[in-house]
T-cell receptor, first 115, second 115 residues
Framework: AQSVTQPDIHITVSEGASLELRCNYSYGATPYLFWYVQSPGQGLQLLLKYFSGDTLVQGIKGFEAEFKRSQSSFNLRKPSVHWSDAAEYFCAVGAREGSQGNLIFGKGTKLSVKP | NAGVMQNPRHLVRRRGQEARLRCSPMKGHSHVYWYRQLPEEGLKFMVYLQKENIIDESGMPKERFSAEFPKEGPSILRIQQVVRGDSAAYFC?????????????FGPGTRLTVL
């Protein structure tokens, strides 16, 4: 079955520290890959996406993610976290073919930032 | 440059009442997706619509739930005879079409509370 796993439910980092949020997927073929961020009470904002090409993807707000086919992973990174990055982060996948385009989401990782 | 609009943002209903959630996609977008987010969960796909057509409703509960996207006006997600388990955040997303169909832009959500 198609699924997305975000192993870390909650992560706390100090402001200025580096961040890595993990995402693994189970899919029949390489899917499209996304990271979204959700602030409390808000909708989802797209941080970055991978469709094809360079496996290191740059996004907004200084985030990047690396697609590793051999590990079925698409981990999100940021070299220096800011207090405003505190939010919930969702990894999602979408099928390349034979799909109507709906996304499958992980359960999310809540990020807290210590001053 | 309005994004995806959803209203109401918050909706309170008593058990047995009807809930109507509205979604206006981004300008130029003809594809609408509805997702439901239960507490501590990621988003789960419900239904995918194009103008006047339901394309994929595989994520919709078999009873009490319906969706439409008329030629004119917003998309509507309708929940009849609501129960407490329907309490959740409901998100609408839109995309411009088959090209880039997997890049979905999300609205702020409607938070439904069933008393």
């Amino acid at each position: 079955a198609q699924s997305v796993t975000q192993p870390d439910i909650h992560i706390t980092v100090s402001e200025g520290a580096s961040l890595e949020l993990r995402c693994n997927y189970s899919y029949g073929a390489t899917p499209y890959l996304f990271w979204y961020v959700q602030s409390p009470g808000q909708g989802l904002q797209l941080l970055l996406k991978y469709f094809s090409g360079d496996t290191l993807v740059q996004g907004i707000k200084g985030f990047e993610a690396e697609f590793k086919r051999s590990q079925s992973s698409f981990n999100l990174r940021k070299p220096s976290v800011h207090w405003s990055d505190a939010a919930e982060y969702f990894c999602a996948v979408g099928a390349r073919e034979g799909s109507q385009g709906n996304l499958i989401f992980g359960k999310g990782t809540k990020l807290s930032v210590k001053p | 440059n309005a994004g995806v609009m959803q209203n109401p943002r918050h909706l309170v209903r008593r058990r047995g009442q009807e809930a109507r959630l509205r979604c206006s996609p981004m300008k130029g977008h003809s594809h609408v997706y509805w997702y439901r987010q239960l507490p501590e969960e990621g988003l789960k796909f419900m239904v995918y619509l194009q103008k006047e057509n339901i394309i994929d409703e595989s994520g919709m509960p078999k009873e009490r739930f319906s969706a439409e996207f008329p030629k004119e006006g917003p998309s509507i997600l309708r929940i009849q005879q609501v129960v407490r388990g329907d309490s959740a955040a409901y998100f609408c997303a839109s995309s411009p079409g088959l090209v880039g169909a997997h890049e979905q832009f999300f609205g702020p959500g409607t938070r439904l509370t069933v008393l």
